[in-house]
């Protein structure tokens, strides 16, 4: 060999980048060797439909000749070739492959088994027919490829997340037979990683250079038309890479993984064919590499799989026996991690959970949610709750302000409950083994020296593929080379007991993780999150009247399969692209659709559990007045006349319990205990109208704006001076590219107040039990408003019942009540909690928090007084200086081009309270309804909105009392399941245990609401047996017995905690 010659960096580099380019010098360099001889397929033939069949009943229709070229769609539909086969016999001894290409995804099927998917984006293009042919083989076969007419990522029209192309087409651009040399492939793998070494690294690094002359040496030796110069090549790399690192080597955890979102740039069902393409994939990768590990997330994702495709079901189960596949997350999906209940996250697990026990024999210990858009502040408790201390994400590194500070540390939740949180520093969970990615993980971990321990996702994701043999060959021949962190085949729960074993160094963030970007999605696709809202009510109604009527009769069928059929259903539309609203049309209407089977059936469930509550009591016929909540309601309530009508009557419900509705003959509707005074309604000549229950008087300009809101006990205004609330405002609202997700600061630069026309401010209702105001405003040329100010007698809160027509483009609806009240930070209800934000912008911490999330209510509150926001259904809010704001319509247009178009109805309430501020009570009794001695400080915060019953009123907003039509004679008198003895702890849900589905034991779901220590008796007429605690998943905890006296059990909470409890009924006399 020539000696050594002066090397020119770039001139060396690019040689060898040459010498592997599938665009250059295919003629004579190495890539173009990668595949030898080859024929075309002995025959062709395609059958095109718009449904996804399934296999056996596709390969019965008509298949018509087809070749190279063909085409085929449009979007969504589908086209099945038949491809047959003869190998050549001079073949044999060689390795031997279909090579096939089109841009639609495809799956071979072969002896009517589903065994490779074949998808151009995911690097999937050929399949392994023989890797050598053996004399006696046989070369002809039968393959089917079903052709699904969507990319990886959908069809989105000019952009990915443009809204689909119905027209597009598809076709097929190859489909051969040819020889594959191996050979080749393993040296064009090592140039490649030599190459991304030697750049990597850098012309600083000495071990750079050492790659990028053992690359050029290798080009040097390396003849491409003769394989025998092939092994010595081989060798000088393997030297290379034999050259071991240190023991300080920093060690990453490569794991196969495959993010399939469960519907997002297509439709729920194109995901169940993602799975089985992605995943069949992946179990050919993990029978043939022992040491691949594959982590899978979303039990439904397997549930589907398990129905429409058994065999691959089964090899999944044996690889997970195997070690191999490895079921992750503990979720039924990757849900959103902002907007869905409390309740909903912990069913999410119980769903989950319990699916991956039933069917791989253990519960998931990491909790896996790579792609959510933020974090809740009580995930750490509910993850603790079902058995899990890890979580994974990556999203935070989106964020679009600040860098989040660590990828290795633990997460403190609202109520102190810990968990170890990994983000894989590579910043991605769709990593492909290239140099440059290992290198960047080592390298932005911001835990260094704290950690010496990181995770490295690889596989195609979002749209499913995921590994890939040479993503495998890559990394396991990275293993242990100096200059580069060790490299493991590695499972989570290696990569998290290596963290958990050397965690003594890490440090801690407490509350949210709130990630600065996608905040659009608070409030895009409003009717989704009406749905979604409307349908956690519905299955808490249902949950609690059919325990009741377990309890009340042993011949009740508690419905536990339909439940959990509408669970699942509500749980699938808070996966992370559907109740955010970042999804297609199509799955909007699907989740929909979803949303009308839980209300249609919800109903049915009511009335069945209202029968069985009403069977054999006596007392007049007609309606049963149901209230779902756990504390004594008196209100308003429209009640169902015969002929269609309603008539007003102002009724009192006992906690979670039931009374007969008052007859329309009756004179005396069922009266509160206290005296109340009638709603007076008055218009003044200026045409503005002031309502006034004596508890608030609300004045509205004539154009139906608030010019005042006197809590009329203190006399305290809670609209501020000069300033006006109720007041709609519209934004420009153009992001930088996601258009469904992202609101931008900017947009607030763009505010423009809606001015309406005096005098469209009308009376409605004209006082007594309820008074109301009515008005109409045009919110632009294209859209308008109407509104009616409702007030009803003893309520503490005025309610603004809103209809919106609306047809915008970029635009962003608002409305702001500017408050007389001062606070650096506001208060926002999240799951079984709240927690505050900042009102200012000091910091940019602050200022990427211009939207944030909220459920039923937020709060601005100072010493002694404040104001709260309820909603019925919205999520986005802000409270900026003194203003708080709601935010209503977004109109992005893409992924959906018709997102939010149309018609909406909503309803806020805004609600003056006072608080008692500096207020120190040494504990002990201080009113009937809360009896329990408080500890004599409780660290609330100013204006206690919580004395003020502000968490109350917005679960009555968002409960309504139920009149339901009892079939039979309804009970005479009223009557009370459960009462508690403080409003500081809310029960939250009555069902019937899961693992027992025929038992009489029921699940107890109370959590404390204030943020303070309490002692809370839970009261109940229900004929308990026995009482125990048990956690989220309904476990029993051993040492978790409750006593009970005279039907009472006392519980003590911590802030914000949530505790369970199992009660076992007694057989009903009946
Ligand atoms: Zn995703």
Known sequence: MAAPALKHWRTTLERVEKFVSPLYFTDCNLRGRLYGDSRPVAALSCFLTPERLPYQQAIQQHFRPAQVGERFGPTWWTCWFQVELTIPEAWVGQEVHLRWESNGEGLVWRDGEPVQGLTKEGEKTSYVLTDKLGEGDPRSLTLYVEVACNGLLGAGKGSMIAAPDPEKMFELTQAELAVFHRGVYRLLLDLELLLGIAKGLGQDDQRSFQALHTANQMVNMCDPARPETFPAAEALASRFFGQRGGDSQ????????????????????????????????????MEQNPAFVFACSQAQQLEWVKSHYPGLYTRLQECACRGQFVPVGGTWVEMDGNLPSGEAMVRQFLQGQNFFLQEFGKLCSEFWLPDTFGYSAQLPQIMRGCGIRRFLTQKLSWNLVNTFPHHTFFWEGLDGSRVLAHFPPGDSYGMQGSVEEVLKTVRNNRDKGRTNHSAFLFGFGDGGGGPTQTMVDRLERLCNTDGLPRVQLSSPDRLFSALESDAGQLCTWVGELFLELHNGTYTTHAQVKKGNRECERILHDVELLSSLALAHSTHFPYPAKQLRRLWRLLLLNQFHDVVPG????????????????????????????????????????????????????????????????????????????????????????????????????????????????????????????????????????????GAVGNQFVLFDDVPLYWDAWDVMDYHLETRKPVLGQPGTLAVGTEGGLQGSAWFLLQLSPHSRLSQEVVLDIGCPYVRFHTEVHWQETHKFLKVEFPARVRSPQATYEIQFGHLQRPTHYNTSWDWARFEVWAHRWMDLSECGFGLALLNDSKYGASVRGNILSLSLLRAPKAPDATADMGRHEFTYALMPHKGECGTVYAGGPRSPSSRTARPPFSGRTPGSFQDAGVIQAAYNLNFPLLALPAP??????????????????????????????????????????????????????????????????????PAGHLPLSNNRLKLTFSPFQVQSLLLVLQPPTD
């Open 250 to 285: 920093h060690t990453i955890h490569a794991i196969g993984h495959c993010h399939i979102d469960t519907a997002w740039l297509w439709p729920f069902k194109e995901t169940v064919r993602k799975c089985a393409r992605s995943w069949v994939t992946a179990v050919q990768l």
């Open 582 to 721: 970042s999804c297609i049309q199509l799955v909007v209407e699907d989740a929909m659709s979803h949303y009308q089977d839980i209300r249609s059936q919800g109903n049915s469930l009511l009335s069945a559990a209202t029968a069985a509550l009403c069977a054999g009591e006596p007392g007049p016929e007609g309606l049963l007045l149901v209230n779902t909540l756990p504390w004594t309601r008196t209100e308003v309530l429209a009640l169902p006349r015969s002929g269609g009508a309603h008539s007003l009557a102002l009724v009192t419900v006992p906690s979670m319990g039931f009374a007969p509705a008052p007859t329309p003959t009756s004179e005396h509707p069922l009266l509160p205990q206290l005296p109340q005074q009638p709603v007076v309604v008055v218009q003044e000549t200026d045409g503005s109208v002031t309502l006034d229950n004596g508890i608030i008087r609300v004045r509205l300009d004539p154009t139906g704006r608030l010019t005042s809101l006197v809590l009329l006990a203190s006399g305290r205004e809670a609209i501020a001076e």
């Open 968 to 1037: 039979g004679p309804a009970p005479a008198g009223p009557w009370s399941a459960f009462s508690l003895s403080t409003p500081a702890v809310i029960l939250e849900t009555v069902k019937q245990a899961e693992a027992t589905p025929l038992s009489r034991t029921l699940v107890l779901r109370l959590y404390e609401a204030h943020g303070s220590h309490v002692d809370c008796w839970l009261q109940t007429s229900l004929p308990v047996q026995e009482a125990v605690l048990c956690d989220l998943l309904e476990k029993r905890d």
